[in-house]
């Protein structure tokens, strides 16, 4: 794993993110849209402090863990710096601490996290933006709610005035072939806007947070409108 405390580290890191911003344009292009509507989220899962300083000093704002504890664990100057996401899912018991640090959820996938999320935040008075995940395959070993259960739950967000609801979150099933993604891609755009023509997910809230590492580009061309990246950012070889 790259770790980039040194000039040459740096710049490899500094390679990566152009590379990785330039095929979100390519693929954003090819979908009809400019670059600049897809967010990059970088994962920095199992990467270091000086991996992270690093990308944050490169221009990355939008960082990721996907559990509570390592992301509470990173040092303050570090959280000051970037504005942190959570993206995988939360216990009940973890609510408040994760609402110490986290500035976005990507994993809200049942109705009892909704209150809880809510008198996490009363304190405080800020309101979180959050993704609904859908299980868009049906994968027993995946959270995420059903689809024929995601109109309720949107319904649940919307009415809570401490949340905000970006849309909807989904993780395809792993294939080695970025192609194999794509019906569930197009499935998770095709539930957002069967939701928004119901009435259950207003428009505002049309966001498509899909794509990883291996299938992103695929992710965007079926209307992602935020990529969840790590092995492609911090990784020394081409796997994506």
């Excluded at 990355?60 to 390592?70: D, M």
């Excluded at 979150?169 to 755009?189: I, K, V």
């Excluded at 809230?205 to 695929?218: K, R, T, Y």
Aim: aromatic share 4%.
């Amino acid at each position: 794993m790259d770790r980039p405390t040194n000039q040459g580290s740096r710049e490899a890191l500094a390679g990566r993110i152009a590379a990785v911003q330039r095929r979100i344009a390519a693929a954003a292009g090819r979908s009809g849209r400019p670059a600049a509507a897809v967010e990059l989220l970088a994962v920095v899962k199992q990467q270091d402090d000086a991996t992270v300083a690093a990308a944050l000093e490169l221009g990355l704002r939008q960082l990721a863990e996907n559990r509570v504890q390592p992301l509470l664990a990173r040092p303050p100057e570090l959280l000051a710096q970037g504005r942190w996401h959570l993206i995988g899912p939360l216990q009940s018991n973890k609510v408040k601490a994760a609402m110490r640090a986290a500035a976005e959820f990507h994993a809200l996938d049942r109705a009892a996290l909704v209150p809880l999320l809510a008198e996490a935040l009363a304190p405080t008075g800020q309101r979180l933006p959050v993704w609904l995940q859908v299980n868009i395959a049906g994968e027993a070993q995946k959270h995420g709610c059903a689809p024929s259960g995601a109109a309720a739950l949107a319904a649940a967000i919307v009415a809570t005035p401490a949340l905000e609801l970006r849309g909807l979150m989904a993780l395809a099933p792993y294939s080695e072939s970025p192609e194999a993604a794509r019906p569930w891609f197009a499935a998770l755009r095709e539930l957002s806007l069967e939701l928004r023509r119901g009435g259950a997910l207003p428009d505002r809230s049309s966001g498509l947070s899909m794509g990883m590492s291996g299938d992103f580009e695929v992710a965007i061309e079926e209307g992602a409108t935020l990529v969840r990246v790590g092995s492609a950012l911090f990784r020394d070889d081409d796997a994506c």
